[in-house]
C-alpha cells in the first residue's frame, strides 16, 4: 500500500477544484491512502470522502507562516513516512516541503502551472486568446505522473448521501424555484456592480414560485445581503448564518446558482447544482471554470483587454472595468431565465 502526500493550500476556489480529482483517485486505488494537506479552515469542504482520504490542516497565519516552524512542520511530515508527494500548488511554502522530502529520498511530481501561457492570456492587446488546460486537467496529470490512471467518476460531494428528510432551519419545503445569489468574490475586477446586481434581485423577487437565497461572507458583504432580506419579498439571507457543511447543503438544493467567478461557483460545482457566471476581468479560458459547468451559462462581453488577470486582482488598464458594467442586467435575467428552462427540459427528458 502506498502513501501519498497531497498539497494543495490555497485558494478555496482551487482547493475546492482538488476534490473532483482526489476523490476519484482514491475510490481506484482503495489499497492506497491519500492524504490531503491544505489550511485548516478548509477542511470542511471534504466532506463524505472515500475512507482512503485522510487530511492534515496547516496554519499558514500561525505557527507555520515563518521558515523556522515551516521547516519542523516539514520534517514533522516526512517522519510519517510518506511514499510521494504530490504537489498540486507550486509555490514558495509548498516548494519547502517538497525538499524536505526529497533530501530524504522521496518521490515529488509537481503541478505544469502554465505560467507561460498564463501571461500571454492575461498580456495587454493586441493578442489573441485560447483556452488553457483546465485546473482539474492539470491536477490530473500530477496524478498520472505519478503512477495513478483513474476514470472521473465524482459527481457530487453529496452522491452517495442523499438524505432528503434532513431540512434546513427556516425553509421548510420546496415550493417552486429556488434561485442562489453570491454576487461577490475576492476582488473587484471579479464583482458585478452591486447596484446593478439589485435590480436583478429586484425584478426576480417579484416572480411567482420563485424564491432567492442570497450566499456571501461577513461584513459588508453580509450587510448588502441582509438589506436586500429586508428589502425584497421571497428572500433570505443565508450569510453568516449556517455552516459551511450545511451551506454546501442549501447550495444542493437550489435550482440554479448566480455568482461571479468565485469560490461559490466551485461550490456549486461540487453539490452538482448548475451555475450562472458572470466574467469581468478574469475569463474561462483560464481554466477555472467551474468542474462539468455548462459554458453555454457563462456571461461576458468580449474586449481586447479582456482577460487581464488570472485572479482578478490587477487594477482595471481602462480605469472603469468596462467588462463588467457593460454586462446589462437583462442579459442576466435571461441567462437566468435560459438555464432555468434548459434545466427542466433535461429533468423532464431523464
Not at 4 to 20: E, F, K, Q
Not at 268 to 276: E, M
Amino acid at each position: 500500500m502506498a502513501k501519498i502526500l497531497i498539497i494543495r493550500l490555497s485558494a478555496i476556489g482551487d482547493v475546492a477544484m482538488t476534490i473532483p480529482v482526489i476523490y476519484s483517485a482514491a475510490k481506484a486505488n482503495p489499497g492506497d491512502s491519500f492524504t490531503v494537506l491544505t489550511q485548516s479552515f478548509l477542511l470542511p469542504l471534504f466532506i463524505n470522502r472515500p475512507p482512503n482520504v485522510m487530511l492534515i490542516g496547516m496554519e499558514t497565519k500561525g505557527s507555520e507562516k515563518k521558515l523556522g516552524g515551516l521547516l519542523r512542520f516539514a520534517f514533522s511530515l516526512a517522519n510519517r513516512k510518506y511514499d510521494m508527494v504530490l504537489d498540486l500548488h507550486d509555490v514558495i511554502r509548498s516548494r519547502i516541503i517538497d525538499l524536505v522530502f526529497r533530501l530524504k529520498g522521496k518521490r515529488v511530481y509537481r503541478i505544469d502551472k502554465k505560467r507561460k501561457e498564463r501571461k500571454h492570456l492575461t498580456a495587454k492587446p493586441p493578442k489573441e486568446i485560447t483556452p488553457l488546460t483546465a485546473v482539474t486537467a492539470c491536477y490530473t496529470d500530477v496524478f498520472n505522473r505519478a503512477g495513478f490512471n483513474f476514470d472521473d467518476i465524482f459527481t457530487s460531494l453529496f452522491a452517495d448521501n442523499q438524505d432528503e428528510s434532513f431540512t434546513l432551519p427556516l425553509f421548510g419545503e420546496k415550493k417552486g424555484r429556488r434561485i442562489g445569489f453570491a454576487p461577490f468574490a475576492k476582488h473587484r475586477g471579479k464583482i458585478y456592480p452591486v447596484d446593478e446586481m439589485e435590480k436583478v434581485i429586484e425584478k426576480l423577487s417579484k416572480q411567482p414560485d420563485t424564491t432567492l437565497f442570497f450566499f456571501g461572507g461577513g461584513g459588508y458583504e453580509e450587510a448588502v445581503l441582509s438589506r436586500w432580506e429586508l428589502q425584497f419579498p421571497n428572500t433570505y439571507c443565508v450569510a453568516g448564518r449556517f455552516t459551511l457543511f450545511h451551506e454546501l447543503e442549501l447550495i444542493r438544493r437550489m435550482d440554479l446558482l448566480v455568482c461571479m467567478d468565485s469560490a461559490n461557483m466551485h461550490f456549486a460545482s461540487l453539490t452538482g447544482t448548475k451555475v450562472v457566471s458572470i466574467w469581468g476581468a478574469t475569463h474561462p479560458y483560464a481554466g477555472f471554470y467551474g468542474y462539468k459547468q455548462n459554458p453555454q451559462y457563462a456571461i461576458q462581453v468580449e474586449l481586447p483587454c479582456r482577460p487581464c488577470s488570472i485572479y482578478g486582482n490587477i487594477p482595471c488598464h481602462r480605469g472603469d472595468y468596462a467588462c463588467l458594467r457593460q454586462i446589462t442586467t437583462e442579459q442576466i435575467i435571461d441567462k437566468i431565465h435560459f438555464a432555468l428552462d434548459q434545466n427542466e427540459k433535461s429533468s423532464h427528458s431523464s
